[in-house]
């Protein structure tokens, strides 16, 4: 049986400052965007060939709040320490400053970073042990 692919998706009222994080500062593709659908706007970012993506959806007159809580992550594993590197040199151009991990285990190998709705990604330089 091929193996599933995954959606994660996620409400919010920063819709354009998301796409700034993610795109612009993640360096993730913009694979299809909507406006108007049902009374929602959104976009979905990730890489073409990767079996995710992450979609975020505004609807207007709705606030969204923060994220609950600062364990909130997504892990992205970059186990090259030149394409970690990378990933990390992009956010900071983008004016994107890491930030201390809640749990110390990320601050180990990798670099957090918190999104405009307070979410948080981790650049883990470490291969994903199963």
Known sequence: MPAPK???????????????FYHDGLGLQIL??????DGFDGVMLGHPQAPYHLEF???????????PNPEHLLVFYLPEPEAWQTAVARLHE??????????????????????PDGYRIVLQNADWQQ
């Open 57 to 67: 959806t505004a609807q207007p007159g709705h606030e969204i709040g923060r994220a």
């Open 32 to 37: 299809y965007s909507f406006e108007g659908h």
């Open 6 to 20: 995954l959606r994660v998706a996620r409400p919010t009222s920063q819709l354009p400052a998301l796409v700034r």
């Open 94 to 115: 983008h004016g994107y400053a890491p930030v201390p991990a809640y749990n110390p285990y990320w601050d180990r190998q990798g670099l957090t970073f918190e999104d």
